[in-house]
């Protein structure tokens, strides 16, 4: 949720780049690089759970436990879906809930909680690489409401 990477992004990490705060992450689909910061919380967060599972330094974070003798390959991308279809019944979301759920919600959270939302959009246009302030919008459901909601305490001089 705090990455806003793709999932196929997420799945190809290893704990050797969570120990640096800034790190870049060749994207799958795109092929672009992407220079990625960490929050410091969020790479502590990450840290515990990686020395609670002693995950190895070039080992991927998110590991497959398949029988299949090769050791330190990631889980699938419908792995992936599975687990968080899991998690999103047992919060009671009613919709369907994956890995890009996660990365729409962080471009919501990050507008809704921007005091500038002109520069949120633009900066968030750059984070996921979208070609339009456009596309970024769509993407992440910001619609009319939203900019009126916006407007509701907005005044010049007053």
Do not use: C
Not at 62 to 80: C, V, Y
């Amino acid at each position: 949720l705090n990455t806003a990477l793709r999932a196929e992004d997420i799945l190809q990490l290893k704990a050797e780049v969570i120990m640096k705060n800034r790190f870049f992450v060749t994207e799958n689909k795109t092929l672009k690089d992407q220079k990625f910061f960490l929050n410091k919380d969020v790479q502590n967060e990450v840290l515990q759970y990686i020395n609670e599972f002693s995950i190895g330094e070039h080992e991927y974070l998110l590991q497959s436990r398949t029988q299949s003798g090769e050791d330190n390959k990631p889980i699938t991308r419908a792995q992936a879906f599975k687990i968080m279809k899991k998690i999103g019944n047992y919060l009671g979301i009613n919709y369907t809930f994956g890995m890009h759920s996660l990365r729409k919600t962080y471009g919501y959270q990050y507008i809704k909680n921007s005091k500038d939302k002109a520069e949120a959009l633009l900066n968030l246009q750059t984070i996921y690489n979208h070609s339009s302030i456009q596309v970024t919008q769509l993407y992440i459901g910001w619609t009319n409401d939203d900019v009126e909601e916006t407007r509701k305490d907005f005044k010049i001089g007053i």
